[in-house]
């Protein structure tokens, strides 16, 4: 059965850093691994979309990398601002076409 | 830009009452999907629609949870009666087709059960 883990739950990092978002993920057998931003109390917001014959894509600001080997992929923030404060969730699709979440990782950007 | 849309917004009942939420997804998306997400963890899947039919609803609370896709567009979701363990986001997504496609969230209903 495919888990999906994110580590760490939470992270503080000042205005201007560069950061990195850790999933994991069980099984390798999975068609992508979406990125998803979430604000309080409202719904997703999709960021980035890796196929599983893809190794990363990029989007503004925003890389993400996918190693189906180890079961991992980073979310690698550039120039952090504090509108990017939210929380991140990934998720992986499985077999049966369906998205197994993480609990996602609650960042906020220090001004 | 085409949107998944969600009403309401917010929903407050007292325990016991019915309750019902309305997804409409993007056109032309043919795979629908309802999840609960409580404050603090992932979305958990509901139910799972390939056009007008359930593809999976193993996960959904049947003895008080109703979904329907009657024409296959918008869809709907029931609970009777509702708990105060129901209180959640409950999101909608749509997408063109079940594998390697990106999945489109609605902005969601936030149910307060009293």
């Known amino acids: 059965k495919q888990e999906v883990t994110q580590i760490p739950a939470a992270l503080s990092v000042p205005e201007g850093e560069n950061l990195v978002l850790n999933c994991s993920f069980t099984d390798s057998a999975i068609y992508n691994l979406q990125w998803f931003r979430q604000d309080p109390g409202k719904g997703l917001t999709s960021l980035l979309l890796?196929?599983?014959s893809q190794r990363e894509q990029t989007s503004g600001r925003l890389n993400a990398s996918l190693d189906k080997s180890s079961g991992r992929s980073t979310l690698y923030i550039a120039a952090s601002q504090p509108g990017d404060s939210a929380t991140y969730l990934c998720a992986a699709t499985d077999s049966n076409y369906q998205l197994i979440w993480g609990a996602g990782t609650k960042l906020i950007i220090k001004p | 830009e085409a949107e998944v849309a969600q009403s309401p917004r917010y929903k407050i009942t007292e325990k016991s009452q019915a309750v019902a939420f309305w997804c409409d997804p993007i056109s032309g998306h043919a795979t629908l999907y309802w999840y609960r997400q409580i404050l603090g963890q992932g979305p958990e899947l509901l139910v799972q629609f390939q056009d007008e039919s359930v593809v999976d609803d193993s996960q959904l609370p049947k003895d008080r949870f109703s979904a329907e896709r009657l024409k296959g567009v918008d869809s709907t979701l029931k609970i009777q009666p509702a708990e105060l363990g129901d209180s959640a986001m409950y999101l909608c997504?749509?997408?063109?087709?079940?594998?390697?496609?990106?999945?489109?969230f609605g902005p969601g209903t936030r149910l307060t059960v009293l």
């Open positions: 890796i196929q599983s």
């Open positions: 997504a749509s997408t063109l087709s079940g594998k390697n496609n990106e999945q489109f």
